[in-house]
């Protein structure tokens, strides 16, 4: 079941932001992009998105090979003249990403490969590490050896001060990009994203089986706020950002006020059911905050009313301390990594308010 746009905006409290296209040709025409987790459901949507600018050629690069099979055929069905190179491959390994950059003379990257369910990642801590940390420093590195014009890499509001290991590695995430565009002739920026409603793992579908079951619904706390985002927003702010970037950006999109997850769910039984499902409330779990924060005041945000974007500036930070993590990484216990992400992370926050 999908929403329409009515829907979306009734169950999120707020009007859906429109992207204004550049007309073409544009800045993502004859170009050759990368999407890393291409299968994914940002991935496959950025996909959607760019092949209406006919770029030069489009390489989806993901681990899942039934999910790159499924977009790689529906582009090809609704693009038929688009070029499209499928690689099955993961980021936590250096050579898949090394084949694709030394194959392919690749112009952009958008970095959508990531994991980012909270729960699971805190039983998983070296997992997220090296997906989320060590999957991006191979790809930024080589995104600067092999000349790439910019790379856009998509985060998370967890990871402003993160007490999470999945926002605790998203923040170091955002530090590595950060720290390499000081240095590089290529535009490193990241986009932050909210919650992104009805993506896979999140809490849409599964408020949907639950009122399939007849209830209950299950929300971790009363005062459980996020702030939401759709599916077709979160693609439109990955590609303006790539259109406007400079270097060393955070761009957030502006969803307005933060949302009770309880509204959430008491929204969704009106749409789909009678309304009478009862809502039981399961406790917080691991890793979880009541609020999140969209950006750090040392980012110094600026709000771009006519695109609908915070703009801030990413901050650099501990790149001794990060490479010192990733080389001793694997001598931890989970427990052990766990704690010495969320310092590493949350250490880089406060270096930077510092500074």
Same mark, same amino acid.
């Given at each position: ?9 009734y ?5 859906i ?8 040709p ?32 489009l ?5 899942g ?17 688009q ?11 250096c ?18 490969a990531a ?7 805190e ?8 997906n ?5 420093k191979?790809?930024?590195d080589l ?16 990871a402003?001060?993160p007490?999470s290991?999945?926002g ?5 995430a ?16 990241t ?15 599964l408020?949907?089986e ?5 209830g209950?619904?299950?929300?971790t706390? =009363?005062e459980?706020?996020r702030?939401?985002?759709t599916? $077709? %927003? /979160?693609?439109?702010? +990955?590609?303006e950002?790539? *259109? ?12 307005g006020?933060?949302?009770k ?7 969704l ?10 809502i039981?409330?399961?406790?917080i779990? =691991? ?8 950006? $750090? %005041? /040392?980012?110094?945000? +600026?709000k771009?009313?006519s *695109? ?8 650099t930070?501990?790149e ?8 001793q990484?694997?001598?931890?216990s ?9 310092e ?12």
């Amino acid at each position: 079941m999908s929403f329409s746009k009515g829907e979306l905006e009734y169950i999120i409290g707020r009007e859906i932001k429109t992207f204004r296209a550049p007309t073409l040709p544009n800045a993502l025409s004859h170009k050759t992009i990368l999407i890393t987790g291409a299968g994914g459901t940002i991935g496959s949507e950025i996909c959607r998105q760019i092949a209406r600018f006919e770029p030069k050629h489009l390489i989806l690069f993901g681990h899942g090979e039934n999910s790159i099979y499924e977009i790689t055929k529906e582009l090809s069905r609704c693009f038929a003249k688009q070029k499209i190179t499928s690689v099955i491959g993961d980021v936590q390994h250096c050579e898949d990403i090394q084949r694709v950059f030394t194959k392919y003379d690749v112009d952009i990257v958008y970095h959508a490969a990531a994991h980012k369910h909270v729960p699971l990642m805190e039983q998983n801590p070296y997992v997220a590490f090296s997906n989320n940390v060590l999957g991006t420093k191979y790809l930024v590195d080589l995104a600067e050896d092999f000349a790439v014009e910019k790379f856009i890499m998509i985060s998370t509001d967890k990871a402003v001060a993160p007490t999470s290991v999945m926002g605790a590695t998203k923040k170091i995430a955002e530090t590595i990009v950060a720290n390499k565009n000081a240095e590089s002739r290529t535009s490193f920026a990241t986009v932050r994203f909210g919650n992104v409603l009805d993506s896979r793992g999140s809490v849409i579908p599964l408020f949907r089986e639950q009122i399939k079951h007849g209830g209950p619904l299950t929300v971790t706390h =009363p005062e459980m706020a996020r702030f939401f985002m759709t599916i $077709e %927003e /979160a693609a439109n702010l +990955v590609i303006e950002a790539s *259109l406007i970037v400079n270097g060393g950006e955070i761009f957030v999109l502006d969803m307005g006020a933060e949302v009770k997850i309880i509204n959430i769910a008491k929204r969704l039984v009106t749409l789909i059911d009678d309304g009478n499902l009862p809502i039981i409330f399961s406790g917080i779990r =691991p890793g979880e905050k009541l609020h999140e924060v969209l950006m $750090e %005041e /040392a980012e110094r945000a +600026v709000k771009d009313t006519s *695109l609908n974007l915070f703009i801030g500036k990413a901050l650099t930070g501990n790149e001794h301390g990060i490479e010192y993590l990733i080389h001793q990484a694997k001598k931890y216990s989970g427990f052990e990594l766990r704690a010495k992400l969320l310092e590493l992370a949350n250490t880089t926050s406060m270096l930077n308010e510092v500074l």
